[in-house]
């Protein structure tokens, strides 16, 4: 679910990879990770 929800919020531009992280409470190599996921 996080991944799923992580991509959906980075693929709105206004949302910063910071933000994302914060919201997620992820670490940005966490975040990378799950974008790197298909």
Do not use: F, Q, W
């Amino acid at each position: 679910k996080k991944i799923a929800l992580a991509k959906s919020l980075h693929d709105d531009p206004s949302n910063s990879i910071g933000d994302i992280c914060e919201v997620l409470d992820i670490s940005k190599s966490t975040l990378y990770r799950y974008l790197e996921e298909d």
